[in-house]
């Protein structure tokens, strides 16, 4: 007389991966990523994309060669983490957005908004800025900058240690600042109880032996903004006079890299129209200049700019890609780790099951601050005068932050929620987002393809370590908790 | 978990959330499992119940099918007509509850 509920079976939001003859899958909603067997595999293909009935999924199982209760197990073992479900639907946990009171982590103080290049494709003064520096410090002063660190100390909660990056316009044109801050800073986290670490970005024109020492001395980690060999670096990497920056720059990056010690020197590359040679590009700054990584990047734009990277360049630039992924991986199965940052990050999130609440730490644990004092989300965001969340004499606009956060949660997004790669994406950069879409918030529907690819990359090597040379990921996540 | 194999640290705490999850299951499954008597409230039928006005008028089944049930399987002693001694015949007429509970009777005892 009783009727029983019979549960129907739907595939959980899973995206599959094959890698060294093994299956996987990747659980959308956790970020999590769990090897298959035979059994749990032939669960997901009998479910595929449709429903099947727990009795009829059991029976086939058992028809298939299981014991019935290996069969039952099975199915419980896929229904626990929600791999499959019924439709008694578990929501499963959401990204939460973090707490008001979230302790921030890092500053990145432009100490100045000057710069000596004048990169035609710049975000700051290029076609698609959104700086207003008009009657703004040019400079930031001393003041300024100690205060900044007060602020970083006094915000960061409980954290043991703390983050401060230089940056500009070309953060080496206000280096005295930068030399007596760091003093300041050290003092005042050593007197907090505290750690404080330093990075700064540079284009490299302006650094001296003696400005390299002391970055060495203080464990400055260095990002070199370049864009690769001379005819590359020089098509748009030039001064205001035209003239290419390389010849410049080539004897300081050698003597950076020969005479700094205590960090890894990195170059980031700005992929633009006609500069989409990776693989020489790679090659150039990695083997010929020596820089422990090398990480790319194509050009923010509104899309209509002549040195915008089309669908093709961008194809391009994806097959080189995967040729670095190649070897990136066959480093790894060697046990050594390859300079190629754009799979490193990524290894690093996977290692982690990263699930995003926002594409990054912008207006959360990381603050930009501007010559004036104004804080923004970031650095892409500084003399921004529309994305001011407050001034470091007066803290953090707590309205105008939760309005940032509010719309760049991947929650917030219609196009990410069905989405696989979300985890890790979270719709991207909230500066390209609205540079290219006039919003924030906006998913950044224009690399969404590109991404996929490139996580399902990623995820196969990653796939490959785990089932071939698992060590290797540990000492991996072991570096990336060094940093 | 012995077919799912966690490798990444998120996966890894989620393996971590369930184990107890699994003992449990594994230890209910070590031992048969206990006769469950259809009728009460342990199963889908309306059982000991009231509807939501606190009256019998608005359950989703005859309060006459509860009887019903606790005449057959039911091993609690309830007043309810008894099948062994006294009324065997009393559900001859009643092929399926749903549909013919009407013909179910009151029992003078």
């Known amino acids: ?483 | 978990m012995k077919h799912l194999k966690p490798i990444n640290k998120k996966a890894q705490t989620i393996e971590a959330s369930i184990a107890p999850i699994e003992d449990v299951v594994a230890l209910q499954q070590s031992t048969p499992l206990p006769h469950v008597p259809m009728g009460c409230s342990l199963s889908f039928s309306p059982g000991w119940e009231v509807d939501a006005g606190g009256g019998t008028a608005g359950l989703c089944q005859p309060v006459e099918r509860d009887i019903y049930d606790c005449y057959v399987t039911c091993f609690w002693p309830v007043q309810v007509p008894d099948h062994v001694n006294y009324s065997p015949d009393w559900a001859s007429n009643c092929a399926a509850a749903t549909k013919d509970w009407r013909n179910l009777d009151l029992v003078f005892p």
Request: aromatic share 8%; with cysteine.
């Open chain 1, 1 to 483: 007389m009783t009727s029983m509920l019979e549960h129907r079976y739907r595939r959980g939001e899973l995206h599959r991966f094959q890698a060294a003859d093994t299956d996987f899958f990747y659980l959308v909603s956790a970020g999590a990523i769990f090897a298959l067997d035979e059994g749990t595999r032939s669960v997901l293909d009998l479910i595929g994309d449709g429903e099947i009935a727990h009795g009829d999924l059991v029976d086939a199982l058992v028809q298939a060669g299981n014991a019935p209760a290996d069969a039952e197990d099975l199915v419980r073992e896929l229904r626990l983490v929600r791999a499959i479900h019924s439709e008694q639907v578990l929501a499963a946990p959401l990204p939460s957005s973090p707490p008001a009171d979230y302790p921030l982590q890092a500053l990145v103080l432009n100490i100045t908004n000057q710069c000596n290049l004048a990169c035609t494709y710049c975000y700051e003064f290029g076609a698609d800025k959104i700086a207003t520096p008009q009657g703004k410090p040019k400079y930031m002063t001393i003041e300024t900058a100690k205060a900044s660190i007060d602020f970083l100390l006094a915000s960061s909660g409980n954290r043991e240690a703390v983050h401060i990056t230089f940056f500009g316009g070309e953060t080496l044109m206000n280096f005295k600042l930068l030399r007596e801050v760091v003093g300041y800073a050290n003092a005042a986290a050593a007197a907090a109880g505290r750690k404080i670490t330093y990075s700064l970005t540079t284009n490299a024109t302006l650094l001296t032996d003696e400005i390299i020492d002391f970055l060495s001395e203080q464990a400055i980690g260095v990002t070199v903004s370049m864009d690769g060999p001379a005819e590359l670096q020089d098509k748009r990497r030039v001064y205001k006079n035209g003239k290419g920056s390389y010849a410049v720059i080539e004897p300081r990056l050698r003597a950076l890299i020969a005479r700094h010690k205590t960090r890894a020197i990195t170059a980031r590359v700005t992929l633009t129209e006609g500069v989409t040679d990776v693989l020489r590009i790679y090659r150039h700054l990695k083997d010929d200049l020596g820089f422990h990584e090398v990480g790319f990047a194509p050009v923010t734009t509104s899309g209509e700019r002549d040195y915008s990277l089309n669908g093709d360049s961008m194809t391009g630039v994806l097959a080189d890609f995967h040729a670095l992924a190649d070897e990136w991986q066959e480093y790894a199965l060697r046990g050594q780790m390859h300079g190629f940052t754009n799979v490193s990050e990524t290894i690093g999130e996977l290692i982690q099951g990263t699930n995003k609440s926002h594409p990054c730490g912008a207006g959360l644990g990381l603050l930009g601050v501007s010559p004036s004092g104004d804080l923004s989300p970031c650095h892409r965001f500084t003399d921004a005068d529309t994305h001011t969340l407050g001034h470091i004499s007066t803290g953090l606009d707590q309205g105008k932050r939760e309005d940032f956060l509010s719309r760049g949660h991947v929650q917030a997004k219609y196009e990410c929620q069905s989405c696989w790669a979300r985890p890790l994406c979270a719709g991207g950069c909230h500066h390209e987002a609205f540079v290219r879409y006039g919003d924030t918030g906006h998913a950044n529907l224009h690399y969404c393809d590109w991404i996929r690819e490139w996580t399902d990359r990623c995820l196969q090597i990653y796939g490959t370590l785990a089932a071939r040379n698992p060590g290797f990921l540990e000492r991996f996540a072991a570096r990336k908790g060094l940093q």
